[in-house]
């Protein structure tokens, strides 16, 4: 039986790349001052980098659910299976909505809740790519990257407080004590949630 691994790049995995380690990536949505880009596509991270340094509205959001339903309608005509590991349902609602879809597919797609995002799920995703080459089941591969999804965690730090205030994890008043004082959060992503770990000078 074959399994396709699919992810998005949210996992730090390019569609380039992807092609080269035989994974399938979705490319992530990005909107910079209201116009749509696709991360890899026609955005690179060194363009995204400037904008943000130049003060642009940068947000993201989730794949559109048809350009998921395409991929594994693409993919099922190749592969007997697909696993799909998107990013983690703490922090985004791609994993919830896929997970809905794949109901739809008579136990061919499974939708994989590793609780990760960047380097991890990078980790998890190229884990999950060898245990399809060993001959794992996609209902194999989800039950083992959902048991793992925990065993992972994430440290980062910021220079600009300003998507925090956006998204509303810090309010302006304290992010303004924060710059005169200049104090920067260390942040934590610990099972898929991301909160504050702790606050350091300099």
Known sequence: MSVAILTDTNSGITVEEGKTLG?????MPVIVDATDYLEGENLTHAQLYEMMRADADVSTSQPAPQVIIDMWDALLKEYDEVVYIPMSSGLSNTCETATRFALDYNGKVFVADNRRIS?????????????ADDGKSGKEIKEHLDADG????????VNS????IKNGRA????AAIATVLNIKPVLIIDGG????????RG
């Not at 994974?23 to 490319?27: D, F, S």
């Not at 309010?171 to 304290?174: I, L, P, S, V």
């Open 23 to 27: 994974i399938h990536v979705i490319p």
């Open 119 to 131: 380097v991890t799920l990078r980790a998890a995703v190229l884990n999950a790519k060898k245990l």
């Open 150 to 157: 925990k065993n992972s965690v994430i440290f980062v730090t």
């Open 161 to 164: 407080l300003k998507y925090l």
């Open 171 to 174: 309010t302006r008043a304290a």
């Open 193 to 200: 949630k991301l909160d504050a770990y702790k606050k350091i």
